[in-house]
């Protein structure tokens, strides 16, 4: 699929309390798997930030997100068809509210290297402009891929899909390393992180 550029490793992943994973699924818990997934590629694989490629799907634009925000030096991040938010993918609400999940619209700001969006226009699951929104508040924008008559399962099916896809990652890998982006920036979002992780406990306690 990706003939004559350099090798790939794609590792993936179950959430907990999917698949064949154990454990219970919740927000908290998806980002300890991303993070469990990295670990495994940074300490048994040996793979540096700069080399990696993040890639989330509908709601594994979450974690996805919620990991390149705290991650500097990755070399990229694709989402396909990503969410705004858990809420905003039932209610058009305009302002975040503490018990929403997922706030990729809140996130995305603070990735500070490339992002590729590939979005359905005809979506049912996850309208458009989900995608499209995103993309708007992306501090470096790669060309989007917004495939005429898409739904939320089927983007893989089109040819531009591959064609895109591939384009992208031998774009951002004759790309010299990525900055880094803002510490202050990094240490905000950490703190907001943790204010949230309270909430859920003290909601769960």
């Not at 699924?25 to 940074?42: F, G, H, R």
């Not at 089109?158 to 895109?164: G, S, T």
């Not at 992208?168 to 992180?193: A, L, N």
Request: glycine letters at 8%.
């Amino acid at each position: 699929m990706f003939g004559g550029m350099q090798t790939l490793l794609a590792i993936c992943y179950d959430y907990s309390g999917y698949g064949q994973s154990s454990g219970k699924p919740s927000e908290q818990s998806t980002y300890a798997d991303i993070e469990a997934a990295y670990k495994c590629l940074e300490e048994s694989y040996g793979t540096k930030q700069e080399d990696i490629i993040l890639y989330g799907q509908s709601v594994g634009s979450g974690p996805t997100l919620d990991l390149a925000a705290r991650l500097p030096r990755l070399r990229a991040v694709v989402l396909h068809s990503p969410i705004l938010s858990g809420l905003r993918v039932m209610y058009p609400v305009k302002r975040t509210y503490w018990f929403d999940i997922y706030k990729n619209i809140d996130k995305i700001p603070l990735v500070n290297f490339p992002v590729l969006i590939i979005h359905g226009t005809s979506d049912e699951v996850v309208d458009c402009s989900h995608g499209k929104q995103l993309w708007e508040l992306c501090k470096e924008k790669y060309e989007p891929l917004w495939l005429k008559g898409g739904n939320h399962c089927d983007l893989e099916q089109y040819p531009e899909y591959i064609r895109h896809l591939k384009k992208f990652i031998s774009t951002v890998e004759k790309s010299p390393s990525q900055r880094y982006s803002s510490r202050r920036s990094t240490d905000q979002f950490e703190q907001s992180r943790k204010s949230v992780d309270l909430l859920d406990r003290i909601r769960t306690g």
